[in-house]
Nanobody, 126 residues
Framework: VQLQASGGGLVQPGGSLSLSCAAAGRTFTSDTVGWFRQTPGKEREFVAA????????FYADSARGRFTISRDNAKTTVYLQMNNLKPEDTAVYFC????????????????????WGQGTQVTVSS
């Protein structure tokens, strides 16, 4: 699955950004799509995930209450709405996809995702 992530940019603290993850040639049905982020010298960190099979949205503690993951009705795009952004949210954000049936505690594990988008830079700075 080819994923295209977009929507990053520069925003002031407290601002908002919306990221998109579009799948080329695929309609999501029983998939899981996750958002991860990475800063230099650190491991990729889970942010949020949307799971079609069994339903459910999942968030890292750092994202809960500020970020919202959603999908379009055509089931080809997943969005990450990020509000009240903080400087520590600065990172390259990646979307990832898998057809594996992930249990709740597994959606945050990057090694279980099969396809990755190219990443989009989010910079939160005044």
């Amino acid at each position: 699955v080819q994923l295209q992530a977009s929507g990053g940019g520069l925003v002031q603290p407290g601002g908002s950004l919306s990221l998109s993850c579009a799948a080329a040639g695929r309609t999501f049905t029983s998939d899981t799509v996750g958002w991860f982020r990475q800063t230099p010298g650190k491991e990729r960190e889970f942010v949020a995930a949307y799971r079609w099979s069994g339903g459910g949205t999942f968030y890292a503690d750092s994202a809960r209450g500020r970020f919202t993951i959603s999908r379009d009705n055509a089931k080809t795009t997943v969005y990450l709405q990020m509000n009240n952004l903080k400087p520590e949210d600065t990172a390259v954000y990646f979307c990832a996809h898998t057809t594996k049936r992930l249990i709740n505690t597994a959606v945050s594990l990057s090694r279980l995702y099969d396809s990755w988008g190219q990443g989009t830079q989010v910079t939160v700075s005044s």
